[in-house]
């Protein structure tokens, strides 16, 4: 009897580990490498992500995020920045949450593989380091990206700057009194010509779990 219950007891214990230790299933075609969790029975709690009817989703502070790549080797993933609020406008949609805020107290951060165009800011940039003159690359994105951010073109400064300083290790800000819009590219060789840059995305890095 005693046996039966601590056999039952250890069972219980191993086969609580291997669940909460388990990789989630895939979402769509996309697998969902550990320790990303897509629910409450699979992945690591600390790295929680969602799949919403094949698509996963990355949340921030007070917004949510296509994840286009996930680079289980390099603990890396990459997401879909917002656009403009409309073809009319240099405003990002995520203005309204002051642009990417990442929770500081998750284990995810921004690395520094991102190349950051900032469109329509003040005046109050160009006491900032970033590359604000009339040379700088997000002019020639502005000139030639055909149509994304086309409204940009005209509008007030526009400034790029490579991620990688604890200032932008959580958030790509955007805000009225600084940037109305922005667009990320990862690992941009800026010699290449606009039309052969890849699509826009923010890569976003996962620390390795503690206890592992
Ligand atoms: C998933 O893969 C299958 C087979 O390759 C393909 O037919 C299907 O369109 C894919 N679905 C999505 C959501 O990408
Ligand atoms: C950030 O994450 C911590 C840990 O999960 C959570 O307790 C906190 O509420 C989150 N903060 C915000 C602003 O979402
Ligand atoms: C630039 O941003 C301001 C403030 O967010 C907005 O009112 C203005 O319409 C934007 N400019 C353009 C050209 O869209
Ligand atoms: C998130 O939403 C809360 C509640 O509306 C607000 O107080 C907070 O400032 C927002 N944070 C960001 C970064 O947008
Ligand atoms: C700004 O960027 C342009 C284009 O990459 C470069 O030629 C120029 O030297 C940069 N200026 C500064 C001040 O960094
Ligand atoms: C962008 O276009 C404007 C006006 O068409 C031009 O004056 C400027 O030199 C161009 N800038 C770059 C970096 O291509
Ligand atoms: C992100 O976190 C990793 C691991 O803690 C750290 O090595 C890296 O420097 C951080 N990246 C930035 C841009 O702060």
Not at 7 to 34: H, M, R, W
Not at 99 to 116: A, D, E, K, Y
């Amino acid at each position: 009897m005693n046996l039966f219950i601590f056999t039952a007891a250890a069972l219980l214990i191993c086969t609580g580990f291997a669940f909460s230790a388990k990789q989630c299933e895939d979402c769509g075609n996309t697998s969902v490498p550990y320790p990303l969790s897509t629910g409450p029975t699979c992945g690591d709690q600390s790295y929680k992500i969602r799949c919403d009817a094949g698509t996963l989703l990355f949340d921030t502070v007070n917004n949510t995020y296509a994840i286009t790549s996930i680079n289980p080797s390099t603990q890396r993933l990459v997401i879909k920045p917002a656009t403009l609020i409309s073809n009319a406008t240099c405003v990002a949609s995520d203005i309204i949450h002051q642009g990417v805020q990442l929770n500081s107290s998750l284990p995810f951060n921004v690395t520094s593989s991102n190349t950051i165009l900032y469109f329509n800011c003040t005046d109050n940039l160009l006491l900032s380091p970033l590359n604000c003159t009339s040379t700088s690359l997000c002019h020639v994105y502005a000139n030639e990206s055909s149509g994304t951010v086309a409204p940009c073109k005209d509008a007030r400064l526009c400034c790029t700057f490579r991620t990688g300083g604890s200032s932008t290790a959580y958030m790509i800000r955007v805000r009225e009194s600084g940037c109305s819009a922005y667009t990320s590219f990862v690992n941009l060789d800026p010699n290449l010509p606009v039309d052969r840059w890849p699509q826009p995305g923010l890569e976003i890095q996962w620390q390795s779990p503690r206890n592992q």
